[in-house]
């Protein structure tokens, strides 16, 4: 399995512009997360979806977030606009169950830099 | 006070040096501990489950203190490869059901020659 596969690695956008970023999950994951980390916060857990539904929202940072898991093999994180305050690196996981005893397998990850 | 904390360090030890490192946890109903290692500029990768009874895995060793909400990650024998940030990960379940994994801000560790 090649693994979880996050698209773009980099991606340099000016504030106010639309940044979608995209990540494929293993097969036969049921969950797919979406993580934030920043210096000053770590890793913050936005959402994360069971069987391509929405499970948990609540660290979805404003409404200028969302994201999307149209089916099993494919999921995106857009915001619309961007914030120089969203600059971060930002990652998908993916796991087996909700309660994962082999943990969570995490993207390359997307850094994101908006100026 | 924040759901996982860890202290941030960084640990600077020799080679060969034995490190321990712990994590404290808020929520009493937590279910599963997890250590994950980063390296700079990489993704978090899982290093190991922790279990209720302790457990080792090379020079490793995980253990869990459910009374006093904390876990702990032991390294034996430190080799400059193990130079990373180590995260605490704890999965708790929320009122309305779910499963939520939470990352401490992670353990910086640092060997030198």
């Known amino acids: 399995d090649a693994g979880v596969i996050q698209s773009p690695r980099h991606e340099v956008t000016e504030m106010g512009q639309e940044v979608t970023l995209r990540c494929k999950p293993i097969s036969g994951h049921d969950y797919l997360f979406w993580y934030r980390q920043t210096m000053m916060r770590g890793l913050e857990l936005l959402i994360y979806f069971n069987n391509n539904v929405p499970i948990d929202d609540s660290g979805m940072p404003e409404d200028r977030f969302s994201a999307k898991m149209p089916n099993a093999s494919f999921s995106t994180l857009k915001i619309q606009p961007s914030e120089p305050r969203d600059s971060a690196v930002y990652f998908c996981?993916?796991?087996?169950?909700?309660?994962?005893?082999?943990?969570?397998?995490f993207g390359s990850g997307t850094r994101l830099t908006v100026v | 006070r924040k759901e996982v904390e860890q202290d941030p360090g960084p640990f600077n030890v020799p080679e060969g040096a034995t490190v321990a490192f712990n994590c404290t946890y808020s929520?009493?109903?937590?279910?599963?501990f997890f250590w994950y290692r980063q390296d700079c500029r990489k993704e978090p990768k899982l290093l190991m489950s922790v279990y209720s009874s302790g457990n080792e895995d090379g020079r490793f060793t995980a253990q869990l203190n459910r009374a006093s909400q904390y876990i702990s990650l032991l390294i034996r024998d430190s080799k400059l490869s193990d130079s990373a940030t180590y995260l605490c990960?704890?999965?708790?379940?929320?009122?309305?059901?779910?499963?939520?994994?939470?990352f401490g801000r992670g353990t910086s560790l640092i060997v030198h020659p």
């Open positions: 929520n009493s109903a937590s279910q599963s």
């Open positions: 996981a993916s796991s087996l169950t909700e309660t994962e005893v082999y943990g969570y397998t």
């Open positions: 990960v704890v999965l708790g379940r929320t009122s309305g059901g779910s499963y939520i994994p939470t």
